[in-house]
């Protein structure tokens, strides 16, 4: 029982990496993606290839994962966020599609649909915990910056950051390679749980559920990211003896969550920002 609470811990962690990177681009950014699975199938397949066929270390081999991943995502980038409104929604499907393909017939080094097995289990409790933390640190103090006031300009009027001076399209390209790197950093670390590869892994349905776990959280809100990710993964786990309405269940309470609260479960509230004002209101009264 310890091994499965702990099993879902994990998965928890990870699929929060990958949609923290989700929340930057389309939540911070203003740039609705439906394609980031492929940057977790590009740090997943790195990390196994690296420690499986040349003996590289785990960790700089997730490293590697994330960076590469990073690196694609800027040469994609460049081209396509001068694309506006759901052109690069589209442009996404086509990438996450393109790269799942590649690896599905890439068979000499990614072994194709039969898969990528015997990958190391080195994804422990205390190293997708260890991870979940630095990195949501991070991105909290990118939010705080001013990459992430850029970030929110771009999101909320691209035409008057524009007017006011900030280069909207280095600062789409910069959020895109951020977004990218903590999917592939995730992917890696999803290697590492479940120790087997497979191409239908990280299809359009991946992408989607990431997508769709920021809208339930919130958009703008890395609080309401972690949140939501807590409780999609908690409710399709639950649900899994009854696989054939698992995701049934999981799209009813995404449509209930939008029915009765559009904007999200938090919004664009923060946890700390809730508890400072109910802190101060208590001190005066």
């Not at 909207?168 to 890696?188: D, E, H, K, Q, W």
Request: proline content about 3%.
């Amino acid at each position: 029982m310890f091994a499965y609470l702990e099993g879902i811990i994990i998965l928890m962690c990870i699929n929060s990496i990958a949609a923290m990177g989700v929340s930057l681009l389309t939540g911070f950014t203003g740039i609705f993606t439906l394609g980031h699975a492929a940057y977790m199938a590009i740090g997943g397949y790195t990390t196994a290839i690296l420690t499986m066929r040349h003996g590289l270390h785990w960790l700089p081999a997730v490293i590697a994962g994330g960076l590469l991943a990073t690196a694609i995502a800027y040469l994609i980038g460049i081209p396509t966020l001068k694309l506006m409104g759901d052109y690069f929604a589209i442009a996404s499907i086509g990438l996450g599609e393109t790269v799942r393909l590649i690896i599905e017939n890439w068979e000499p080094v990614t072994r194709g649909a039969r898969g990528f097995p015997g990958i190391e289990s080195f994804t422990t409790l205390p190293v997708a915990l260890t991870f979940f933390v630095i990195l949501t640190l991070i991105l909290s103090n990118i939010l705080r910056s001013n990459y992430g006031r850029a970030f929110k300009a771009c999101r909320d009027d691209y035409l008057a950051a524009s007017l006011l001076g900030f280069n909207t399209a280095r600062y789409r390209v910069i959020s895109l390679c951020i977004s990218a790197f903590y999917c592939g950093i995730a992917g890696g670390l999803f290697a590492g749980f479940m120790t087997f590869l497979q191409p239908t892994m990280f299809d359009l349905l991946k992408s989607t559920e990431l997508t769709a776990v920021v809208v339930f959280g919130g958009l703008g809100s890395l609080s309401g990211t972690i949140l939501g990710t807590g409780i999609i993964t908690v409710v399709t786990e639950f649900f899994r003896p009854i696989s054939q309405y698992r995701m049934l269940i999981y799209g009813a309470v995404l449509v209930l969550v939008m029915v009765f609260r559009p904007e999200g479960l938090m919004g664009e509230k923060e946890f700390l920002s809730i508890f400072k004002r109910r802190g101060e209101a208590w001190k005066n009264s």
